[in-house]
C-alpha cells in the first residue's frame, strides 16, 4: 500500500487516535490555495498535458535538482541544449533514481500523486516505470485529466497564480469568460518593475508607462502606475500583492529623498547601495498601497537565487539552484512598522527560509503587531519535519491566529492534494499531541483543525471579502 | 478539567509513568525565584491588589501584546490616553479573546492561576467572565490575598527583585524590618548608570555621585560609585547583579582609554560608537567587582526594546514591543572572559533570547570556563517547547551541573506557582525520555529532577552563602 | 546493567520494536572509520598505553573540558606545570566528577569503554575509582590491549588518519611494511602551510620547498609542492583531504591577483584582510586539485580555535575552549563552487559547528550540487540529539543520498566502538520513525540503515576506488 491510512500521524497510539480524529473532520475540506505558481494559461485554455515527463519530471525544481545532485545531466532530463527528447526516456530515468527521493517530501508528494491521481497501486521503481509511464499517458489523454478537470476533481474551491505587474491577465479573463465555475485568482508580483538588479528593469519600467499612461520617468508617475496595476488587479480579483527580496530590508525615506533615489535608478546613474535601498523603499510604499486599497501584503525573503552562474547561463532560472541565506526580520521591518504597522488595513504575511527567525523573530513580531501574519512553512520547509519545527517555534509566541493556515506554493499541479493532505495531517499530528498532553483541549482541537486547514487561509487573505 | 494531573507529561506511557514519578517528590518543593521583576512596594507594603483586570491584564505584556496583535485598541485595555477606565470592561474584553492564547505560556499560566489561586474550576469564556471577575474580586478583598499571604501560600522561601542603582531599597528594608520571614533580596541592575543611550543618563550619573559621595565625573570616581552601590545591596541581601545589554559585546581597554570613553561620554563629546563601547567595557567592569564582592552576575542581551516607536511615545515601555535580534557570544564574551573568565569567583549566568547560541555557543562556553553558567529558558522561550528545546541543545554540551535551575523572571505574582510548575514537569519529561532510553538511571533522574527544580538555582545565584 | 540492549531506542514500543530489527542487522558491522585524530605511531609501532588516566582522561578534551567547567584545575588532571603526575590520583579526581557527564555522550562513550573494551559491569564511581583503575591497568599490560589488537578486536576494517603536509608517514609506511593487515590511511591537512596566521607558517613553507624541491617562493612553485605531498598522500593510501578553516569563505581570484596575493604574504608585507582571503583562495586551489587527483575534501569550519589566551599560554592547545561561531556558506563556496563545483570529480565534503546551516544552507546546497556532500554531526553534535537534529533537518531536503555515513573523528581509540555504536542505534531511531509514520517501508529502512552504518562512509570517501 503506497499511501496509508495513517501517514505522518504520530507513533504514539494514543496521540494517532487523536490525530485520526482530527483529520476525519478535515482531511477532505475544500482546498484554499492562496498563494501558488501554477500557470494561468492552464485555467484559461485548460489544455491537455502532454506527457508524463513534462507533466512531473522536467518542470519539478525538487525533482530536478536532488537527480543533479547525484550525478544526472541535465540533458538526461530534456534540459539544455542537445538534451534528450524521448520524455520516456526521461521519465525513465527518473524512476531510476526515484530512491533518491526517499525520506523527502517529494517522494510523498509524488507518491501521492501517482496513486491518488492516476491509480497506480504500487511505488514508481525502475522495473514499472514503462507501465506508469503508459497508464499516466493515457490518463493525461482523457478529457478528465485537463486542468480544470483536476481543480474539480481536486476538491479545489480558490486558488491564486503569481503575475508579473505588466501582465494583461488574459488567461484569467478567459477563465472568468467562460462558464467553468473554478475561483482563480491573480496576484501582484511587481518584482520585474521594483527591483533595479532585474534585467530589463528599464524597459519594465517604459512599459508599465505604456500600460498605464502614467509617466514612469517620475517617482511619482511610477507610484500611480503601481496604484493602477493594482486596482486593475483587484478588479479581476487578486487579493494580494507578492514580494521576493533578497532580503527584508525595509526603508521610510523622505519623499524627496525617495524621488531621488528613483531619478538615480532611472537615469543608471545608481550607486552600488541604491538597488538594495530602493527595493526596501519600495516595500513601504507597497505597504501603505495596501493600507489603501486592502491588497494583503506577502513578503518572500533570503533567496540567494541561482546560486550557479554556469547552469543559470546553461538551462535557465528555477532548475533547484536557490539557496537560502540567513536573514533577520527585526531591525529591517522597522521602517515599514513604523510607517503603518499599527494599522490593521495593512495585512502583511511574512515567509522565511531561514528557521532561526520562527522563534526568536517572527512569532515575537506577528505576535505584537496588528498588521503582521506568519505564512506556512515555505519550500524546502514545506514537509512533515518543518511543519512540525513551525508549529514548535512559532505558536507558543504568536498563537495559532496569527498564522494564515497552508499555502502550497506550487507549480505543480497533481502535487496539490497531497500538499495540503500533508500540511493537514501534519497539523492534526501537532494539535493531537497537545491534547494528549493536555495543553488543549479536544473539542479546542477539533476547531483549530477546520481554522489550519481552511478558515485561516481564507481570512487571512480576505477572501471572503 | 482545567489542570489535569498529567499536564505536560510526555504522551508515551511508560515514559509518562517514569515523568509522573520524577514529579511527585519535586513538584511540591519550596519556590526559589533567584531572578524576577516584581514590585518590592507588594513586599513592603503588602497592599491589597485593585481588581482583576490591574491584576492580571493590563500589565501583561504577554497578555497586551497578543490582545493588539489581533486588533484590539491599548484603550481597550486600559492603556493610554482616554483609555476604558471599567476594569470590568476591560476583564471583558480579555475573556472574549481568550482563545487567542490557545498554545501559548500565557494559557497555561493563567489557566493555573486561575484555578489554583482563585478557584476557579472551569476555563474562562465570554458567558462565565463576569462570575469570574466578581470571584477574584471578592478574593482580592480578603487579607489572604495580598501579596505576603501568597506568597506563605504559594510555598516561595526566597525572591529576589530587579532595581535601579539608585535605589534606596526601602521596601526592602521596610520587609527586613517588619516580622514577616518572607526572604525578599534586590538585584543591582545598574543599566540606568551604564548605559549612555538612556534617557536622563547624565542626571543619573549626577544622582549616582549624590548618593555615594563619589565623584562621577571621573572614570574613578565612577567606579567607586558602582562598588559603593555594590556593597549596599550586598547589606541589603542582594546576591546578584543584572545587565539588560543590546549585545553581549564586551571590551577590556586599558585604563587611559576607557578613562577617555568616560570622558567623552560624560563631557557629551562621545562619537557614535562610544555608547556601544562603553557597555562593552563595562560588563567587563562589573565581572572584575563581582570578582571581588562575589556577586553573582547576570547578562540577558538582545532584546530590540520598543521595537515600535508609536506604542513607545503614546503607551510606554513594557507593552510587548520588544523583539530579539540575532546574537553571537563566542567573539563579545572573549575580552571579559579573558580579563576574569578563569576566576572562579567570578559567576557570569547567561541568558538568550537566539536558541541558535544554545548548541553553538552557549553550551560549548558553559562547559568550558569555569566562571559561566547558563540561564533558564528566558521570556518567549520559557514555555514547555522552549525549556525541551534548552534542555535537548544544551545538556550534551554543558551537561546539566552548568545551569541554574529555574527563573520565572515575572512581574506577574500569580504566576509564580504556575511557571515553577511548568519548568518542573517540563524538566521531568526530558528526564524521563533519557531514562527511557537508558541514557540515565532512575535513581539519577530522581537527583537531577531535585537540582533542576531547586538545588542548582540557590547554588548558582549563592543564596545559601 | 551499564549498557542497556534497547538504549537510545525511541520510547514508543512500535518504533522501538522496528528500531532493534534495524539495528540488529547493522550493529555488528565493520567499522569503516574515514575521518579521525587516532595517533599514527600507535598503528606503526603498536606501543602498550601507560595507564588509564593517559589513555581515558589527560588528552580526552572534552572530559577536560567539563572538570574545567567545574572548577577543577588543569594540574588536578595532569595538565601544565608543577601538574599531579600520580595517574592515579588523576583517576580519582575523574572518578569524584563523573556525575558531570550525566545527560552528555562523553558519558554514554565512557561508559561503553569501560564496560566493551574493559570489562566494568558497574558505573564509574568514586567508591569504585580504584578498582576500575586497577582492572584497567591491568589490561594495558596485557598484548590484546594494545593499539592494533583493539583495531581488530573492534572490527574496524578502515581508518583514516589526520597528518600535516610535512608529515613523512613514516608511521603509516610502518604498518604498510609489516605483516599486519588492519588499513590504516592518512589524510592530507595542509592548514600549516596554508593559513599565514599559523605560528612559523613562513618556516613551514620553507619546509615544503625541501620536502618537495618546489620553489615555495613563487605562487606556481607553492602550487606544485602541494601537487606533490597530494600525490605523496594518495601513494601512502589517502583517499581525502581535510581543511579547518575559521570560516567557509572561498575565493577564485584571477592567476595574477592570486600570485600576488601570495606574494605579499610570503615577504611579510600581507594587509589585515589577505590571511583570510588567502585561505579562501586556498580552498579554491585545493578543490581544483581534487578535480585533478580525485582526493575528496574536506571542510571544517567555524571553530574559535583557543578562545581562552591563558589556557592556551599555560595548557596548550586541544583543551576544550574551542567554541563554535555563526557561519554561512552560501555565499562564502560560491567562487569554489562556480569554479569547479559542477564537476563530479570533485568531491566535498562539508561539516558545520552551527546547525542553523543544516535546513538552511547545507541540505539545499547539497541537494543540488553534484560536487557537493555532508558530513555527519560534527564534535558537539556528534551526539543522539545532534544527530536526531541533523537527521531531522537536513534529509528532507538532501535525502540520505548526499551524506556519508558517520565519522568517529576521535583521538580517544576506546571511544570508536562507542561513538559507531550510538550513531548506529540514533540512525536506527530515526528510520524507525520514518517506518512507523509511513514515511518508508521496512525494507527501504533496511537499506538504509546499512548505507548510514557503513556503505555510504565507503563511497563518499571513495574508499573503494
Redesign the interface.
Known amino acids: 500500500m503506497v499511501l496509508?491510512p495513517?501517514?505522518?500521524?504520530?507513533?504514539?497510539?494514543?496521540?494517532r487516535r487523536v490525530a485520526r480524529q482530527l483529520f476525519a473532520a478535515v482531511g477532505d475540506l475544500p482546498i484554499t490555495s492562496p498563494h501558488g505558481h501554477t500557470d494561468p494559461r492552464w485555467w484559461g485554455e485548460n489544455p491537455a498535458f502532454a506527457n508524463p515527463a513534462e507533466l512531473l519530471v522536467i518542470p519539478d525544481h525538487y525533482v530536478v535538482?536532488?537527480l543533479?545532485?547525484?550525478?544526472v545531466p541535465f540533458e538526461a532530463l530534456g534540459i539544455g541544449e542537445g538534451a534528450e527528447t524521448d520524455p520516456r526516456a526521461i521519465w525513465r530515468c527518473f524512476a531510476a533514481h526515484y530512491?533518491?527521493?526517499?525520506?523527502?517530501?517529494s517522494?510523498?508528494w509524488l507518491d501521492h500523486a501517482l496513486s491518488h491521481v492516476f491509480g497506480l497501486d504500487t511505488?514508481l521503481a525502475p522495473d514499472n516505470a514503462d507501465a506508469a509511464y503508459d497508464r499516466i499517458a493515457d490518463c493525461l489523454a482523457r478529457p478528465e485529466f485537463r486542468p480544470r478537470a483536476l481543480y474539480d476533481r481536486f476538491g479545489i474551491e480558490t486558488i491564486a497564480t503569481t503575475d508579473s505587474a505588466l501582465d494583461d491577465l488574459h488567461w484569467h479573463r478567459m477563465v472568468r469568460d467562460s462558464d467553468w465555475t473554478g475561483q482563480v485568482l491573480p496576484t501582484y508580483r511587481p518584482d520585474g518593475v521594483v527591483d533595479p538588479e532585474t534585467p530589463g528593469f528599464a524597459a519594465a519600467l517604459d512599459r508599465l508607462g505604456e500600460i498605464t499612461g502614467c509617466d514612469t520617468a517620475t517617482w511619482q508617475g511610477y507610484l500611480d502606475a503601481h496604484r493602477q496595476r493594482r486596482a486593475f488587479f483587484r478588479d479581476m480579483g487578486a487579493t494580494a500583492t507578492d514580494h521576493g527580496h533578497p532580503t527584508p530590508r525595509t526603508a521610510d525615506l523622505p519623499p524627496s529623498e525617495a524621488g531621488a533615489l528613483f531619478d538615480r535608478i532611472r537615469t543608471g546613474r545608481a550607486g552600488p547601495e541604491d538597488a538594495e535601498l530602493f527595493r526596501a523603499q519600495m516595500l513601504t510604499e507597497m505597504a501603505r498601497m495596501s493600507v489603501d486599497d486592502g491588497l494583503v501584503m506577502q513578503l518572500h525573503p533570503g533567496s540567494?537565487r541561482n546560486?550557479?552562474?554556469?547552469?543559470l547561463s546553461r538551462y535557465g532560472r528555477d532548475r533547484?539552484?536557490?539557496?537560502?541565506?540567513?536573514v533577520?526580520f527585526?531591525?529591517a521591518l522597522?521602517p515599514l512598522?513604523?510607517a503603518v504597522?499599527?494599522d490593521?488595513r495593512l495585512r502583511l504575511i511574512l515567509f522565511t527560509?531561514?528557521?532561526?527567525t520562527y522563534?526568536?523573530?517572527l512569532?515575537?513580531?506577528?505576535?505584537?503587531?496588528?498588521s503582521?501574519r506568519l505564512g506556512p512553512p515555505w519550500w524546502?520547509?514545506d514537509?512533515?519535519?518543518?511543519i512540525r519545527r513551525f508549529r514548535?517555534?512559532a505558536?507558543?509566541?504568536?498563537?495559532?491566529?496569527?498564522t494564515v493556515g497552508f499555502n502550497d506554493d506550487t507549480r505543480a499541479l497533481c502535487s496539490i492534494p497531497a500538499r495540503h493532505d500533508l500540511s493537514r495531517r501534519a497539523d492534526c499530528a501537532f494539535l493531537a499531541?497537545?491534547v494528549?498532553?493536555?495543553?488543549?483541549?479536544e473539542t479546542?482541537a477539533h476547531g483549530?483543525a477546520r481554522l489550519l486547514a481552511r478558515d485561516l487561509a481564507r481570512e487571512g487573505y480576505r477572501l471572503d471579502g
Open positions: 496509508h495513517d501517514r505522518l500521524f504520530p507513533a504514539d497510539p494514543a496521540t535538482r536532488m543533479i545532485s547525484q550525478g530512491h533518491l527521493f526517499q525520506g523527502t517530501p517522494r510523498l511505488r540567494f546560486h550557479s552562474a554556469a547552469v533547484g539552484f536557490d539557496i537560502p541565506q540567513p533577520s527585526t531591525a522597522k512598522l513604523d504597522g499599527m490593521a527560509l531561514d528557521e532561526t522563534s526568536r523573530e512569532a515575537p513580531l506577528a505576535g505584537a503587531w496588528p503582521l524546502f520547509h514537509s512533515v519535519e518543518g514548535q517555534q505558536t507558543e509566541t504568536a498563537g495559532f491566529f496569527n499531541e497537545l494528549v498532553t493536555h495543553r488543549l483541549d479546542e483549530l
